[in-house]
């Protein structure tokens, strides 16, 4: 099994800044995509940032600009830098990473982190 641990949530004044981070574990071969969804109270869960083993990250266009994803292939983790934060990016983030296990790629979802942005 594999275990996907998130901190760095909270509260936060809109123009401020946090920085999530995702720290997986178990057993499996090596992660390979690395990212971050997010779920707001009465929407569905959508993609915010992804990040291959290569270190190439993607972005969702309402966060370009304002947040960075990278990792740490050695401590597989992952994190996803916030800044300039709105009072629209309130919403559970998940971490959510692709791990290689006896030859396949399996996806894991983390527990979630609440982010709070006040106007």
């Known amino acids: 099994q594999v275990q996907l641990v998130e901190s760095g949530g909270g509260l936060v004044q809109a123009g401020g800044s946090l920085r999530l981070s995702c720290v997986a574990s178990?057993?499996?071969?090596?992660?390979?995509?690395m990212g971050w969804y997010r779920q707001a109270p009465g929407k569905q869960r959508e993609s915010v940032a992804g990040i291959t083993r290569g270190g190439s990250p993607n972005y969702a266009d309402s966060v370009k600009d304002r947040f960075a994803i990278s990792r740490d292939n050695a401590k597989n983790t992952v994190y996803l830098q916030m800044n300039s934060l709105k009072p629209e990016d309130t919403a559970v983030y998940y971490c959510t990473v692709k791990v290689w296990q006896r030859g396949s790629l399996n996806n894991y979802w983390g527990q979630g982190t609440q982010v709070t942005v006040s106007s």
């Open positions: 178990g057993s499996f071969f090596s992660a390979d995509v």
